[in-house]
Nanobody, 114 residues
């Protein structure tokens, strides 16, 4: 089992920045990808950014604005968000996959005001 706890969400004005953090605990061995999903009002959950063994990937709408970083020693993954837009408003979920099983945090709300 992998437990994930997010922190760092909040309210920010458009153009501002936020950093989300996720602390992982439990059986971390075998976790080969971690990252962030989000679900906006009336929208499906989407992958925002992922840190995998082979590198990182981002959804098109956040490329150049968001950066995912992973620290295996500290068992954390962070999402650095710059130039935030109102359309980035969503619940952000930390995600990890271990031997093909997906794990999720409880989510942290990010609200961007115009």
């Amino acid at each position: 089992q992998v437990q994930l706890v997010e922190s760092g969400g909040g309210l920010v004005q458009a153009g501002g920045s936020l950093t989300l953090s996720c602390a992982a605990s439990g059986t971390i061995f075998g976790v080969n990808a971690m990252g962030w999903y989000r679900q906006g009002p009336g929208k499906q959950r989407e992958l925002v950014a992922a840190s995998r063994v082979g590198g990182t990937e981002y959804t098109d709408s956040v490329k150049g604005r968001f950066t995912v970083s992973r620290d295996n020693a500290e068992k954390t993954v962070r999402l650095h968000m710059n130039a935030l837009r109102p359309e980035d408003t969503a619940m952000y979920y930390c995600w990890a996959v271990r031997f093909g099983v997906n794990y999720w945090g409880q989510g942290t709300q990010v609200t961007v005001s115009s």
